[in-house]
């Protein structure tokens, strides 16, 4: 069963940084290695918005919120898609989810919260 399995996360204060990542589980090497990975996150009372995709090839795009403090990476080898976040501030509590937009498939969601 494909599964996209989400790690990391937790209560942060504000300044700190925080890394989360994801693993494709069941997900072919030839299916992940080809493939844009995303970084989601929905706020309390917020419609899901996108945070960060990286290509295939490694290259990567950010919202304007996540410009700067936020780095997208990936092991194709390992499966896994990373979000390191830095310099947290409380707008970024939310629920993260990973997702591989071609087969609409996404991670169970990761709480972040950030206090002030």
């Known amino acids: 069963q494909v599964r996209l399995v989400q790690s990391g996360g937790g209560v942060m204060q504000a300044g700190e940084s925080l890394s989360i990542f994801c693993v494709g589980t069941?997900?072919?090497?030839?299916?992940?290695?080809?493939?844009?990975m995303g970084w989601y996150r929905q706020a309390p009372g917020k419609q899901r918005e996108l945070v960060a995709t990286?290509?295939?090839?490694?290259?990567?795009n950010y919202a304007d919120s996540a410009k700067g403090r936020f780095t997208i990476s990936r092991d194709n080898a390992k499966r896994t898609v990373y979000l390191q976040m830095n310099s947290l501030r409380p707008e970024d509590t939310a629920v993260y989810y990973c997702?591989?937009?071609?087969?609409?498939?996404w991670g169970q969601g990761t709480q972040v919260t950030v206090s002030s």
């Open positions: 997702n591989l937009p071609a087969y609409d498939w």
């Open positions: 069941g997900v072919s090497g030839a299916i992940f290695t080809t493939n844009s």
């Open positions: 990286i290509t295939s090839g490694g290259d990567a």
